[in-house]
């Protein structure tokens, strides 16, 4: 489905924003400072009004929806911007849209579109995607919640206020065990968090949880699965725009190098190579533009079974074209693409790090494979 006026205009401000505030070289900015994102460039995203761009009116956002929010993450991955948009305004927004109390949405809600509050999905703890495993536990004792457990890479776990973290509850009245997502405040007693460094510089952590009481509030209601499709879908639609600015920025390459007397952009097996990159992207790009919009739709085409496939298919093929893209940036550059002076080298560690964010390639395959039957 086209765009409409609205979205192709977010669009068009979004990409001139990152790309003339945070363009690819100011990773090294940030990798230079010690930090994971510039704080200036969160505040100017919370005022351009994309971090309130899923929250309704009512609680100080745009309400523009799940494809609107989608083209910004993808111009602000063609310029690999470092900053809590994904994290807080997609999933987090998200997860208290779908699974907060009125309480919670009017307590949270402001702040998250306002970008005082960033959020972090706490979710993984080995180095497979399992979250159907997951081995943190949270228990009543009397009307508030005791969690114990740990998390491990968990993006912006370094610097976000509030962790929504997945955890086991015992079913009441069963022998069985539910999941659930919690909202920790990071400052709680017994909460300890290790950063990690990437190869891309960005802000991961490994959190612990050791006997960290919660208010009877912490809970968030309904199922769990959705969050995470919703987070794949968000990490798609950031690998596709850094998968075209690294196609963009090879085919200016080709265009202006030359090599035997004329531009390299004239041997044919390298034409070959961008095309069948060219073809892969378009590919990609259905996928995420069905899964958003699926979000934004009626009920049967976000239902859970639909949801879930789509979240597969665009991960597994987001992550598998990014990973060819960058190999591909770097190669077609020479020698140049192998030096950290060049912006070759940040899109392929980027790339490196999204596709294992949430599940892999292969993870995602696997488990579209089983939806539809194969």
Wanted: charged content about 20%.
């Amino acid at each position: 489905m086209s765009m409409n006026s609205d979205q192709q205009m977010l669009e068009d401000s979004a990409r001139q924003f990152f790309a003339e505030r945070s363009p690819p070289a100011a990773v090294r900015g940030n990798r230079a400072a010690g930090r994971s994102f510039d704080p200036d460039l969160w505040r100017e995203i919370a005022e351009l009004g994309f971090a309130g761009a899923l929250i309704p009116e009512m609680y100080g956002g745009s309400g523009i929806g799940y494809r609107g929010l989608g083209v910004v993450l993808d111009a602000a991955g063609r310029s690999l911007a470092a900053s809590p948009l994904l994290q807080s305004a997609f999933i987090g927004a998200a997860a208290l849209l779908r699974h907060g109390s009125p309480e919670q949405q009017t307590r949270l809600l402001p702040r998250i579109a306002s970008g005082e509050l960033t959020l972090a999905l706490a979710m993984d703890e080995q180095a497979h995607h399992r979250p159907e495993d997951t081995r943190t536990k949270a228990h009543r004792v009397g009307d508030r919640w005791v969690l114990d457990g740990h998390k491990r890479l968990v993006a912006d776990g370094d610097s976000a206020a509030l962790l929504l973290t997945l955890a086991r509850v015992e079913a009441e009245g069963s022998d069985s065990d539910c999941l659930r997502w919690f909202l920790v405040p990071a400052t709680t007693t017994g909460v300890t968090r290790q950063r990690r460094h990437t190869v891309d510089g960005e802000g991961f952590a490994d959190i612990e949880f050791a006997a960290v009481e919660l208010d009877a509030e912490a809970a968030l209601g309904g199922a769990w699965q959705d969050v995470i499709d919703i987070a794949c879908i968000g990490v798609a639609s950031t690998m596709q725009g850094a998968a075209e600015a690294a196609l963009a920025l090879t085919l200016d390459h080709l265009k202006t190098r030359s090599q035997f007397g004329q531009l390299i952009g004239s041997f044919q097996a390298l034409q070959h190579r961008v095309a069948r990159l060219y073809v892969d992207l378009q590919l990609a790009r259905a996928a995420v533009t069905a899964a958003l919009d699926a979000l934004d739709g009626p009920g049967d085409a976000n239902s859970e079974g639909q949801l879930q496939k789509l979240a597969s298919l665009c991960k597994a093929l987001c992550g598998e074209t990014l990973h060819e893209v960058s190999n591909e940036t770097v190669q077609l550059h020479g020698g140049i693409g192998m030096t950290d002076v060049h912006d070759s080298g940040l899109f392929l560690k980027r790339a490196r790090v999204l596709e294992t964010l949430y599940g892999s390639s292969s993870h995602h395959r696997d488990r579209y494979a089983r939806f539809v039957g194969i």
